[in-house]
C-alpha cells in the first residue's frame, strides 16, 4: 500500500489550497479514506472522511462549509479542497485509508503528510 500526498505550501489567510493523494497497491475503490491533521502541541484531529463510492462525507466542525473531500476512483485519488483558510488550519495533514469497506473502519495506512502552513 502507498498514499502519495501532494499540493501543500505556504497560503495567506483566506487563501485556498487542494491537497491530493494518490493511492496504489489496494483496490482503492473498495474503502473509505480520510484527511487528519496534526499541529504542533495538538491531538491529531480527523478532518474529513468520504465512503468508498464518494456518496457520503463528514466533516470536522471546525472546516465545515471551508473544506470539501473528494475522490476519483478511476484516477485512485483523493483530494481536499481548502478555501477560506486560517492560522488555525496550519498543520501537517494526513491522507488515510480505511481498514475496511465498512465508512465507519478505522485507519488501517498513513501518507507520510504534507505540511500546509497557513499565515501572512
Known amino acids: 500500500v502507498q498514499l502519495v500526498e501532494s499540493g501543500g505550501g505556504l497560503v495567506q489567510p483566506g487563501g485556498s489550497l487542494r491537497l491530493s493523494c494518490a493511492g496504489s497497491?489496494?483496490?482503492?475503490?473498495?474503502?473509505?479514506m480520510s484527511w487528519y491533521r496534526q499541529a504542533p502541541g495538538k491531538e491529531r484531529e480527523r478532518v474529513a472522511r468520504?465512503?468508498?463510492?464518494?456518496?457520503?462525507?463528514d466533516y470536522a466542525n471546525s472546516v465545515k462549509g471551508r473544506f470539501t473531500i473528494s475522490r476519483d476512483n478511476v484516477k485512485n485519488t483523493v483530494s481536499l479542497q481548502m478555501n477560506s483558510l486560517k492560522p488555525e488550519d496550519t498543520a501537517v495533514y494526513y491522507c488515510?485509508?480505511?481498514?475496511?469497506?465498512?465508512?465507519?473502519?478505522?485507519?488501517?495506512?498513513w501518507g507520510q503528510g504534507t505540511q500546509v502552513t497557513v499565515s501572512s
Open positions: 468520504i465512503s468508498s463510492g464518494g456518496a457520503t462525507t
Open positions: 497497491g489496494f483496490t482503492f475503490s473498495n474503502y473509505p
Open positions: 488515510t485509508k480505511g481498514g475496511g469497506r465498512s465508512y465507519y473502519s478505522p485507519v488501517d495506512f
